[in-house]
């Protein structure tokens, strides 16, 4: 079993920056998946970084703007999320890969945390 628990939103103007977490307990060694959710919106992909924190992918409308880590010793993995913009606005949410690394396919994810609100202002 494994318990995901998101934390860092808040809001922040367009350009700035802000830090999500997600804090892992139980099985630990699995590789973990950034959605977000924007109201009236479907759950989209941002992020998948591998269980050890040496891989990560993006989709394309974050990269070069969003970074993944993960710090084991802590347990917990984080999104690293600059030159925001409004439309990152969104509830954030972690979730476990289950399925192929390289996916982007909500089905291939689970184990969800609660989520954390990100509101980007212009």
């Known amino acids: 079993q494994v318990q995901l628990v998101e934390s860092g939103g808040g809001l922040v103007q367009a350009g700035g920056s802000l830090r999500l977490s997600c804090a892992v307990s139980?099985?630990?060694?699995?590789?973990i998946g950034w959605f977000r959710q924007a109201p009236g919106k479907e759950r989209e992909f941002v992020a998948g970084?591998?269980?050890?924190?040496?891989?990560?992918y993006y989709a394309e409308s974050v990269k070069d703007r969003f970074t993944g880590s993960r710090d084991n010793a802590k347990n917990t993995v984080y999104l690293q999320m600059n030159s925001l913009k409004p439309e990152d606005s969104a509830v954030y949410y972690c979730?476990?890969?289950?399925?192929?690394?390289?996916?982007?396919?909500?089905?291939?994810?689970?184990?969800w945390g609660q989520g954390t609100q990100v509101t980007v202002s212009s």
């Open positions: 979730g476990v890969i289950k399925g192929r690394w390289g996916s982007q396919v909500e089905a291939d994810f689970g184990s």
């Open positions: 139980g099985r630990t060694k699995y590789s």
């Open positions: 970084i591998f269980w050890n924190g040496d891989s990560a």
